[in-house]
């Protein structure tokens, strides 16, 4: 028998972002449920963010020891691995969601546990976890917030052997011997040196560069990082097969005609937007060409009651641009339940994710660290606009006093018609600190004669603001 419940918002997906969406429609006073197939938290806390960066902070923390003279003679022993996966496995509750849960129940949120699916306008059938059907109907909006799975590459042999995703890298119990990354993206990377600097002999495969859409001499600094954590990087090399070994592992031959061996294969080679089964067809709607405009409103939907955010909308795949999709949505579908205009053309509202667009801020977890907001210098010109490039090392007194040879880079792209910075990226250790003072002056389109202002104090890594800026020409 199919029970039946009625809400003001149904939100499919308890992820980060699904929480966020749901939290942001009850605080504007409407009521919503919350369906979660799997863990309320859902990736980012279970089986990404949070493992990979407690996988890589060990590390970081006692390469930063030793950088130092003084400290670095204190440090007498290698990493304890057991302690490494005992504090990752209590920054993931040990899977366990029930905090998670409880979070939702104080909010003022519904929780159902199951697989959700649309089955018409406004209506979404639910199978639970433990096996009832549910028919829930929504009186204002659904919000598809699902996240995304991984696309693994079309390699020869690949369904024949036994290998990891990020799921299974991020959650493991052990450190394999010898590991093999596919992909050179920021997973590949991060998960690369996590596994180096607990042991593993480590391969990298990457078909191009390592980081391809970050600026060259910040991925240079990373890719030396990670030979330096003893990483095997193999850049613009493609595995042709893959095949069990004898000894229970994986042989992979390479286009080139060698080939690696490994204890485990580890495949990290992107992810896409989550909609299949979802009942997107019941609506009209191809999951393969979701157009979701900036208040998460999807496109082609009469009375516009289906929106999208995070992952799912497929836009920026980084929790904290999802979160802030969440929001905006969530603000968007209370003001119009509200009969208030949210127009999704205007910018920079509270019912419009811009920042999407011009100023998201990314940081890769690795030594050094990568961390980079807005445009690349090819993006900006790509986007019409007049920009130049400022670039520099970053060699002040703040990073001398960081670390012993502290090595950095750092770059400015500056919009020349408007004197305002649109993309900001610096590249070494301690640096993704910095990035939020960026990430202020890209939003707030701070003028450059203003930033001069903006004076960082002696003496920290930010003095390379004022280097910046000096040899811009001020
Ligand atoms: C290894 C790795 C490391 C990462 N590190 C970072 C990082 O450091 N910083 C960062 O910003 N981003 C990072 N990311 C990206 C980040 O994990 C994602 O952007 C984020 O998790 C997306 O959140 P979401 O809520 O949209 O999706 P998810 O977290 O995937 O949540 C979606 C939820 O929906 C549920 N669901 C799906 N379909 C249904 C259905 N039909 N019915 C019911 N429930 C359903 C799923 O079970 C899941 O719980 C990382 C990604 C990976 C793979
Ligand atoms: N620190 C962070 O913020 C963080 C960490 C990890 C992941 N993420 C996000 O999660 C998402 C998924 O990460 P990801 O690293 O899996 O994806 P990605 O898209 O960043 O990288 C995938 C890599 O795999 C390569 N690749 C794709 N197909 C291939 C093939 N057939 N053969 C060989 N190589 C192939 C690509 O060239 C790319 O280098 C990304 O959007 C990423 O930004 C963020």
């Excluded at 997906?13 to 979660?36: C, H, K, P, Q």
């Excluded at 930063?64 to 691995?81: C, N, Y």
């Excluded at 970050?214 to 990082?225: D, I, S």
């Excluded at 990087?233 to 229970?248: E, K, L, M, Y």
Aim: hydrophobic content about 45%; charged content about 20%.
């Amino acid at each position: 028998m199919t029970e039946t419940l009625q809400t003001d918002v149904i939100v499919i997906g308890a992820g980060a972002v699904g929480e966020n969406a749901a939290d942001r429609v009850v605080r504007g006073g409407l009521s919503a449920i919350l369906v979660e197939a799997d863990l309320v938290g859902g990736e980012c806390s279970y089986w990404a963010c949070m493992p990979s960066k407690a996988l890589l902070r060990p590390g970081t923390a006692l390469a930063e020891a030793r950088a130092v003279a003084g400290s670095r003679e204190a440090v007498t022993g290698a990493l304890d691995t057991g302690a490494v996966l005992d504090r990752r496995n209590s920054f993931t509750s040990q899977w366990d969601d029930a905090g998670q849960a409880d979070w939702v129940a104080d909010a003022g949120i519904e929780l159902v546990r199951g697989w959700a699916r649309l089955s018409a306008p406004r209506e979404v059938d639910v199978r639970t976890t433990d096996s009832r059907t549910l028919r829930i109907s929504a009186r204002h909006a659904v919000v598809l917030a699902t996240g995304s799975t991984p696309t693994p590459p079309p390699l020869p042999g690949l369904d024949t052997v036994d290998y990891w995703g990020t799921r299974e890298a991020t959650s493991a119990q052990e450190i394999p011997g010898r590991l093999v990354v596919i992909g050179g993206g920021v997973s590949g990377v991060e998960l690369a040196q996590a596994y180096a600097r607990l042991g593993s002999a480590v391969t990298l495969l990457a078909r191009g560069p390592l980081l391809k859409s970050f600026p060259e001499p910040a991925r240079n600094l990373v890719e030396q990082g990670l030979k330096n954590a003893g990483v095997d990087v193999r850049t613009n090399t493609s595995p042709a097969s893959v095949r069990g070994a004898d000894d229970g592992g994986v042989h992979l031959e390479l286009e080139g005609g060698e080939s690696v061996a490994a204890d485990k294969l580890l495949v990290s080679t992107g992810r896409r937007p989550a909609l299949a089964d979802l009942g997107l067809d019941e609506v009209g709607l191809d999951p393969r060409t979701l157009e979701v405009d900036d208040s998460g409103q999807v496109a082609g939907v009469d009375g516009g009651w289906l929106y999208a955010v995070g992952d799912a909308a497929g836009k920026v795949l980084l929790t904290h641009q999802g979160k802030y999709e969440a929001r905006t949505a969530g603000d968007a579908i209370a003001a119009r339940a509200a009969g208030k205009p949210a127009p999704a053309s205007a910018a920079w509202t509270r019912y419009t994710a811009t920042a999407d667009k011009y100023a998201v801020p990314q940081v890769v977890f690795t030594d050094p660290e990568l961390a980079m907001v807005g445009r690349t210098v090819e993006q900006a010109r790509a986007d019409g606009l007049n920009v130049s490039e400022t670039s520099l090392d970053i060699a002040v007194a703040g990073s001398a006093l960081y670390a012993d040879d502290y090595t950095g880079w750092a770059q400015m792209v500056v919009d020349e018609d408007r004197r305002v910075l649109v993309g900001v990226t610096f590249a070494g250790p301690g640096v993704s600190e910095l990035l939020h003072a960026a990430t202020i002056a890209i939003v707030g389109e701070v003028p450059l004669d203003r930033l001069w202002h903006a004076v960082p104090a002696y003496p920290t890594i930010s003095e390379v603001w004022l280097r910046l800026l000096e040899k811009y020409g001020l």
